[in-house]
């Protein structure tokens, strides 16, 4: 975020006014819907009703924070949401941009002009400009680079250069750094010369003439030690650091588990390039956890509320698709029975219950463990004894509901062996969902493909045509 | 986390270690598996490899930090995880066990006698105790209370009193506050008296005669003022501050949204009483992430990976209980067709694709409305918008696929009127999956509840009942 907006201006009143203030702009904006072209041609309004509800609508928006109004943007429907977007002070624009998820940035920057979105990048720190690049239209990146000076430059392309998840696409440039060769009191006063420190700045940087980092100065030492003593005497030497190239989500994993606020990136000859910060480290662990919860789910991507149908179609297509297809070898597989069914037509009434109860508890394993491996808990080494415990579970659990479910089977059906064959197959059925829910994600991960991606929809796979299997086969051994 | 492991001893060589680490630690624990019981007994190894193995392991635990070893501990089985426990040192007991989820801390609490456990809450800040005194035996709390001062002994049962969902569950009380009456070189020589501040301290609280917060004061702002300038002029006033009762969740949005690092919390008087950190919020973000991870495959909390099968029996049996249910409703609707079946025993085959695609198409939509309901982006009044756009993307899905299938249908079976059936019937089944999908959330939220809570299950069953009724009625309808 943009430096304008520091944590300073955040006001006790903006936390508690911002649910009452969505519900209210979202009335606003329904109201105003019907002169919708009008508001986009910045034409004055006739209706003195209408009029009042557009002042008390712009009002509101002035007091918003980027964030709130970020939220607000993301709960409209496109319309309102245009008309939201046109009325926000124009000085907010860029932090907005950077605060919405990428699906409804798309449909804002659509909805601006070049000068709109020059004026609104224009102040943006080069980290930030390299962030939204992608996204803007070449022609206004092009001249946004130009009104910046050589350094900045240099510092969007370094940005610009690496991959979403590593990084150096999230560090920023604001690092202040000192010499280790001064006393604290020169840092102090060296300090006073900013107008203001950089956001969430907890550590001064320690180089050499070379600028290569030798240790950090944190500012809660600075703010205790002598004035006299030597950086080099107070600095923390040996610290954490990254690589432009590194991981961005074990970096965050780094952050949470040592609770950091901030931390240096150097470049291969250790020279300090840039830093990361928390803020950006809690964005990326939210996302990732969304990421694997959407993915586990079957959806490709955040997905805007309020995406028009067809881009919702794109977004969830592939997964139907492969979920019609194995729906496909599961019905093959009720298919091949036929002629069992043909005789004991009960059999096409049970089936569903053995199939489902494996892919109800295949999704409990492969959900934890997909939770386990995100935390970095769970090595290869490790999956046997999983395995073995799961498989535990699923005996227990098969004999257990089987048994329940078994004596309902006899009820219903006047026949021990229906009674028995749904024990068995759904204690089998149960078994296999332990087994493959264990080893999905292990050999996803193993074979370095994301083992939360489509997990929940291949384990589903697997128990339905498992159990049909399973329990037809049982039953046309032992029935008929 | 309290105040030995401060930031600044973590070194580059931890991060770069600590998976090499962990697969070394899992080897030297199995092997030393059979000599379990002198380890635990603290009976010295005859065996000299053995002995080797036991050295080098504790020189490893030795070197980790307390965040690591509760990392190591999480992904290790019982056994191996108690012979780790026994060899970790001492003094970092207590700030393992904050470290580590609910379900480990209760078997290594189980493992640890009084004394250890006196010993490992012995420093230990009294919201740190707070935290843990739910998980230690009676006994043990009301020892480690009675050699705290009276202010301490305070602040433990303040910090109990809140249930686990309140920010003063998590507040600590490391809080350190000025006048605003002073000049910010006299804050400056009054900070020089503290041997360091305490972690994350990035703003200091600004109080009146009556401890009452009139505003906060960056430590970025402190740094470069000038030294004559008084507090009043350069503080913040109206700025974020929570009540001990406010939703921690909550709390932890405002973090995230307006990328706080700390922030007051208040009493009824407005006095000062304590302050909450973003390394506690960033837990609060990934646990609740992950609890609507679990709560969504039908998990009913974290589970320790390597618990005791009897453990994940009862953590799972509730949903599979549930499902169980919902599986017999949809076998009774099947029952209900056993007279078309009979006939016409292709639709046995056919009926899990109408169910299976509902359940997979229910699933994404309810995960994305879950998703966006945590994230505060959908207030009630945006739910008859959502529920028009996805029954659109319903209606597009159930044609296209409907067409696939139906065409297949057509080819195996050589029936016009079965594929027709199968259109029509899939269709239906994406249009319900889609109003359901919508309005599980959507009350689940409206009466209070938690919307993540087991919807994948409650979608499912509606899916899979409705599908096989659509299916089977449509069948009987017009094929029979």
């Known amino acids: 975020m943009s430096i304008e907006h520091s944590v300073e201006e955040i006001t006790q009143s903006d936390l508690e006014r911002l649910p009452l203030d969505i519900a209210r702009i979202h009335e606003l904006a329904e109201a105003l819907l019907p002169v919708y072209a009008q508001i986009e041609d910045n034409a004055p309004l006739s209706d003195e009703t209408l ?3 557009l002042v008390e609508l712009m009002s509101i928006l002035r007091e918003l924070h980027p964030a709130d109004m970020a939220t607000v943007l993301e ?13 926000a002070e124009p000085e907010d624009d860029g932090d907005v941009l950077l605060e919405v998820s990428y ?17 609104a990048v224009e102040d943006m720190d080069a980290d930030d400009l390299a962030d939204l690049a992608d996204d803007l239209p070449h022609q206004v990146v092009m001249e946004a680079l130009q009104t910046r000076d050589e350094e900045e430059r240099e510092q969007v392309k370094a940005a610009m250069s690496y991959r979403d998840d590593q990084v150096g696409a999230v560090m920023d440039f604001e690092q202040v750094s000192v010499r280790a060769d001064v006393a604290c009191e020169v840092v102090l006063r060296y300090l006073r010369r900013f107008d203001i420190l950089p956001n969430h700045t907890d550590k ?39 690589r432009p190239t590194d991981d961005v989500e074990e970096a965050a994993q780094a ?10 990136v150097i470049d291969e000859h250790n020279k300090l390039i840039g830093r990361i910060t928390i803020d950006e480290m809690v964005d990326v662990i939210r996302e990732e956890s ?6 586990m789910a079957g959806l490709q991507e955040e997905e805007d509320l309020f995406a028009p149908v067809w881009d919702s179609v794109k977004n969830r297509w592939v997964w139907l698709a492969v979920n019609l297809c194995t729906a496909f070898v599961a019905s093959r597989v009720i298919g091949a029975f036929e002629a069992s069914i043909a005789q004991i037509v009960a059999l096409a009434a049970l089936m569903p219950i053995v199939a489902g109860i494996g892919g109800n508890s295949g999704n409990q394993t492969i959900t934890m463990i997909v939770r386990a491996m995100a935390m970095g808990q769970l090595t290869g080494g490790q999956a ?31 026949s021990l062996g229906i009674g028995l064959v749904m024990v068995a197959a759904m204690t089998l059925n149960l078994l296999l969902a332990a087994a493959v829910g264990v080893l ?3 050999l996803l991960d193993k074979f370095g493909r994301d083992p939360a991606v489509g997990s929940s929809v291949l384990i589903t796979a697997v128990t339905d045509s498992g159990g049909f299997l399973i329990f037809l086969g049982l039953a046309t051994i032992f029935l008929l």
Chains 1, 2 share one sequence.
């Open 440 to 442: 999905i994600p292990v």
């Open 204 to 242: 001064i940087f320690v180089v050499d003439e070379e600028e290569v980092l030798i240790g950090v100065l944190p500012i809660r030492k600075l703010l205790v030690c002598d004035p006299d003593d030597m950086v080099e005497d107070v600095m923390a030497r040996d610290v954490v650091r990254f």
């Open 290 to 295: 969304e990421a694997d919860m959407l993915n």
């Open 103 to 119: 699906a409804v940035r798309e449909t804002l920057i659509e909805s601006m002009n070049k000068d709109e979105l020059l004026a």
């Open 75 to 87: 709960s409209l429907p496109h319309k309102e949401r245009v008309i939201v977007w046109k009325l």
């Open 384 to 414: 046997m004894h999983l395995l073995k415990k799961e498989l535990g579970v699923a005996l227990v659990n098969g004999l257990l509901w089987g048994s329940v479910m078994g004596i309902v089977a006899v009820a219903l059906y006047h």
């Open 51 to 53: 009029n009042r509800k």
């Open 255 to 264: 952050f949470e588990r040592y609770d950091l606020v901030t931390a240096p």
